[in-house]
């Protein structure tokens, strides 16, 4: 599955509900799952895990749809030509 798909998935699971609850309290829930992913990071359990993984990426979908932002394009315009900053793959920044 592409990043486009996956965005129009979760979109199609919970846009109606996630821009009722705004944009604020979108991104509160999306820091919550940040903090569920450190404390799986710690644990170093594959299967919580990819799960947690898994919850970070549709709350990121999620404020991008609210935001009326295109995830994939926005990262392929950003990162197409490799590191932003100096162009090059892998980064040869300092």
């Given at each position: 599955?592409?990043?486009?798909?996956?965005?129009?998935?979760?979109?199609?699971i919970?846009?109606?509900?996630?821009?009722?609850?705004?944009?604020?309290?979108?991104?509160?829930?999306?820091?919550?799952?940040?903090?569920?992913?450190?404390?799986?990071?710690?644990?170093?359990?594959?299967?919580?895990?990819?799960?947690e993984?898994?919850?970070?990426?549709?709350?990121?979908?999620?404020?991008?749809?609210?935001?009326?932002i295109?995830?994939?394009?926005a990262a392929?315009?950003?990162?197409?030509?490799?590191?932003?900053?100096?162009?090059?793959?892998?980064?040869?920044?300092?």
């Open positions: 599955m592409n990043i486009k798909a996956f965005q129009e998935m979760i979109e199609n919970y846009y109606e509900r996630d821009k009722a609850r705004g944009l604020a309290g979108t991104h509160m829930w999306f820091c919550e799952e940040v903090g569920e992913l450190t404390r799986a990071l710690r644990r170093d359990t594959r299967e919580e895990l990819e799960g993984f898994a919850d970070v990426l549709a709350w990121l979908a999620t404020l991008a749809s609210i935001s009326g295109d995830l994939e394009a392929a315009k950003k990162y197409a030509a490799g590191c932003p900053r100096c162009t090059q793959t892998p980064c040869a920044c300092a």
